[in-house]
Each structure stands twice: as C-alpha cells, then as structure tokens.
T-cell receptor, first 107, second 115 residues
Framework: RKEVEQDPGPFNVPEGATVAFNCTYS??????FFWYRQDCRKEPKLLMS???SGNEDGRFTAQLNRASQYISLLIRDSKLSDSATYLC????????FGTGTRLQVFP | DTAVSQTPKYLVTQMGNDKSIKCEQN?????MYWYKQDSKKFLKIMFS???????INETVPNRFSPKSPDKAHLNLHINSLELGDSAVYFC??????????????FGSGTRLTVV
C-alpha cells in the first residue's frame, strides 16, 4: 500500500466550478500535512498547510481528519490558472508525496 | 533572488558517465534534500542533510553520493549513469525545527536524460 494515496484524475471542470480532491495516508504517526501544487515541468510549490480544525485561503479550503487518516482540498470558483497537479503531502521525518491529482479547468 | 538554485537545468549524457548536480539555498535553512521525480511523476526522497550531516538515506544505489560542504550547499554526484537514472532531480530545503509545519522550498529541478 502506498504511504499517500490520491486519485490521479484527471479532473476536467469548467471555469467557476467547485472541485474536491481527497487523499488518504497510512502512517498514523504523521505529524503535519500539506497540499502542494505542481505545474507542468516546474517544481512543486506549497499551496497550503492542512490543520485538523480546517483552514481556508481564499478559494481554497483544506481539511484533515486524523481519525480516518484523510485529507481533502476544496477549490471554489475554479479559474483557468488553477490547472495543475495537486500533491497531497504528509510529514513524518520527511515529506512523503502522493502521486498527485491532475486538474484541468476549461473555459 | 532565487531561494533554492540548482545547476544545471538540463543534463544529457551517455550511459556509464559520471555527473554532478549542484544545489545552493540562500534561505538560511539548516536542512536540505534531494528528491527524484520519475517518468510517472512520483516524487521520492533520496537524501537529507542537516547542517552538513547526512540524516536520511533512502535505499538509493551507492552510485549516488551526496556531498554537503556547508549547510547552504548540497551536491549530488552520480557514477556510472544508467538509463533508469533518467528523471527530474529536485533539491529542497527547510528550516530545521519549523520544517514540519512550513513545508519545503524546492529548486526548479534538473532534468537528467541518460542515452
């Protein structure tokens, strides 16, 4: 079983749509959690940290459920510029990356 | 100013050659990492150094040898390159104690192609 599992997608959504990504992780001792974004042929960039209380950054909302070992990312009012691969990331003593979920927003 | 810089950006070389990739960070971070992203886009950690000391070595073939002359630099030397080494190699850094909450900063990657 992979340490961090994500649906690879692709998710093809129209501009303005709301889209949700999910992720599960296997190590219950994981200490912190993130969503990263990776554009084609670019490096991963930190999108946001994820907290149990849930956190929001503009159109992006992240949620962590430690009991279910489940992380989510919600993107509201999708923009064309949101098209990218979204990586679920778990920190034990190092960052463990999921394989990513590809999002394509179309006009 | 580039926070984490890697050189070269692209590297094309023949099987059996030895090559090096350099990484430098100007963020004042204590910990640096090498990650490999294969053709399936899976990012996997290879090594981690904290203040010049190796702290993570993830069952990487010993043809790969990291070297950290100081805490701002982490280089990767690869001997006897094989076709399967073709990938994008990312350097990253984090603050030692805050990395767990603040994530890592990545360099722009080195695309290695072995022919």
């Amino acid at each position: 079983r992979k340490e961090v599992e994500q649906d690879p997608g692709p998710f093809n959504v129209p501009e303005g749509a709301t889209v949700a990504f999910n992720c599960t992780y296997s190590n219950s001792a994981s200490q912190s959690f993130f969503w990263y974004r990776q554009d084609c042929r670019k490096e991963p960039k930190l999108l946001m940290s994820v907290y149990s209380s849930g956190n929001e950054d503009g159109r992006f909302t992240a949620q962590l459920n430690r009991a279910s070992q489940y992380i989510s990312l919600l993107i509201r009012d999708s923009k064309l510029s949101d098209s990218a691969t979204y990586l679920c990331v778990v920190n034990t003593d190092k960052l463990i990356f999921g394989t990513g979920t590809r999002l394509q927003v179309f006009p | 100013d580039t926070a984490v810089s890697q050189t070269p950006k692209y590297l094309v070389t023949q099987m059996g050659n030895d090559k090096s990739i350099k990484c430098e960070q100007n963020l004042g971070h204590d910990t640096m990492y090498w990650y490999k992203q294969d053709s399936k886009k899976f990012l996997k950690i290879m090594f981690s150094y904290n203040n010049k000391e190796l702290i993570i070595n993830e069952t990487v073939p010993n043809r790969f040898s990291p070297k950290s002359p100081d805490k701002a630099h982490l280089n990767l030397h690869i001997n006897s390159l094989e076709l399967g080494d073709s990938a994008v190699y990312f350097c990253a850094s984090s603050p030692r104690d805050r990395g767990r909450n603040y994530g890592y900063t990545f360099g722009s990657g080195t695309r290695l192609t072995v022919v």
